[in-house]
């Protein structure tokens, strides 16, 4: 059996919906870190309208990640919006180099740097967004050995980053959104 110690999870159009509905399905017990891309205009304000909108869904703590921040478990972090966020063994990178798949921050950039750093200790879950960041990311956590998980696409918003990730065989599950985070719970809480 495989412990997982982290979980990246990334979203565009529609994301907000889908990780309050993944988070709201998270005991206070459930310790794994988790790591949220969205897209999002870099407004601060917005940023931390997000972070309290997924607060009011979670009963974790969500935070914004900073610079150089060690990743704790049992804490749920966001990509602060026009930084590329990147997960290193211990703790979070931040980058202001040129947007990924018209990004930034990339849902792609955070699940590979992620993929080396975890390697087959990661989950990956790739939801509802409107173009194809974070399909080859997904795919890198596949191919070291981490688990890969993708919203059915009938159950989301905005169906091109799902698809984009169907397209590169990028999936071990393909999932409804109300059925993701029972599993992550069944994944990590034995």
């Given at each position: 059996m495989i412990n997982f110690?982290?979980?990246?999870l990334g979203a565009s159009l529609g994301g907000l919906k889908a990780s309050q509905t993944i988070l709201s399905a998270l005991p206070a017990r459930f310790s794994t870190p988790i790591v949220i891309v969205q897209h999002r205009k870099p407004d601060s304000s917005a940023s931390r309208t997000l972070t309290n909108l997924l607060q009011k869904s979670c009963a974790l703590p969500v935070v914004e990640a900073e610079?150089?921040?060690?990743?704790?478990?049992?804490?749920?972090?966001?990509?602060?919006?026009d930084y590329h966020l990147l997960v290193e063994e211990d703790h979070f990178s931040l980058s202001t180099e040129a947007p990924v798949n018209y990004?930034?921050?990339?849902?792609?950039?955070?699940?590979e740097s992620t993929a080396i750093a975890f390697g087959k200790h990661v989950i990956g879950v790739l939801l509802t967004g409107a173009n194809i960041d974070g399909a080859l990311g997904l795919k890198a956590i596949r191919s070291c050995g981490g688990l890969?998980?993708?919203q059915d696409p009938k159950t989301?918003?905005?169906?091109?980053?799902?698809?984009g990730a169907l397209e590169?065989?990028?999936a071990d599950h393909?999932?409804?959104?109300?059925?993701?985070?029972?599993?992550?719970?069944?994944?990590?809480c034995r």
């Open positions: 110690d982290i979980i990246v610079d150089k921040m060690t990743i704790k478990r049992g804490q749920v972090y966001i990509s602060p919006p990004a930034r921050p990339s849902i792609d950039v955070l699940f890969t998980i993708v989301a918003d905005a169906v091109e980053m799902p698809f590169v065989d990028a393909i999932m409804p959104l109300n059925e993701i985070g029972p599993f992550l719970v069944n994944m990590c």
